[in-house]
């Protein structure tokens, strides 16, 4: 834990902002989809940096539990929700050892990989809740600078979710640009 600490703490030291202060463009689109789908208001942000996602989803009225290895990055991010006027429950937490004990409405997964914790986050959502993931997919520019642990293939994303019990709502992959992207809105089967 502590390597990866120190190695993201050192990432968000070295800008006022790494990934700015606005909302994920996909969450920021998809909010009112989002809202109407969820069964509750309860919400999770895994690996949520400096909190641009979580903060939005408090102002759309979303009781938001957040979690971080990097204490630098939730520092940021609990001075920018106090200045934005919300609460948003933030945790200092290794991912590699995170294990869900509550159920969740909506679980937002952005920019981050970690395979084994997309199953753990369907299981983790309530009945009818919604699981979203958007991340980096491999190519061969970032095979260079990246390790392809953290990198998603191609259709691996639409793969994992399709093995999950629920549905896959959205789904997109954009391999075009510096940063190529795999996407899915995926939702927990309601019971009958």
């Known amino acids: 834990m502590e390597a ?4 993201w703490n050192r990432r968000f030291e070295s800008e006022e902002s790494y990934l700015g202060a606005h909302p994920s463009p996909l969450l920021a689109r ?12 309860r919400a999770l942000d895994i690996a949520c940096g400096e909190g641009r996602n979580s903060i939005f989803l408090a102002q759309q009225g979303f009781l938001v ?31 590699d050892e995170y294990r869900f004990r509550e159920q969740f ?39 260079v600078s990246h390790n392809p642990a953290y990198l998603l ?11 999950l019990e629920g549905e896959v709502l959205f789904y997109e992959e954009l391999a075009e640009g510096d940063m190529p992207t ?8 309601a019971a009958s």
């Open 4 to 7: 990866d600490r120190v190695k």
């Open 105 to 143: 409405d909506l679980i937002i997964n952005f920019n981050f990989l970690l395979r084994e914790l997309i199953p753990a986050a369907a299981r983790a959502l309530s009945e009818g809740g919604l699981l979203i993931v958007d991340t980096i997919m491999e190519s061969p520019e970032l095979l």
């Open 182 to 189: 795999a996407r899915v809105l995926f939702r927990k089967k």
């Open 30 to 41: 998809e909010i009112a989809r989002i809202r109407s789908l969820v069964p509750g208001k």
């Open 65 to 95: 539990k957040a979690l971080d290895i990097s204490d630098v990055a939730l520092g940021k991010a609990a001075r920018r929700a106090e200045e934005a006027g919300v609460l948003v429950d933030f945790q200092q937490v290794d991912l």
């Open 153 to 163: 293939r191609r259709g691996e994303l639409r793969k994992i979710c399709e093995g």
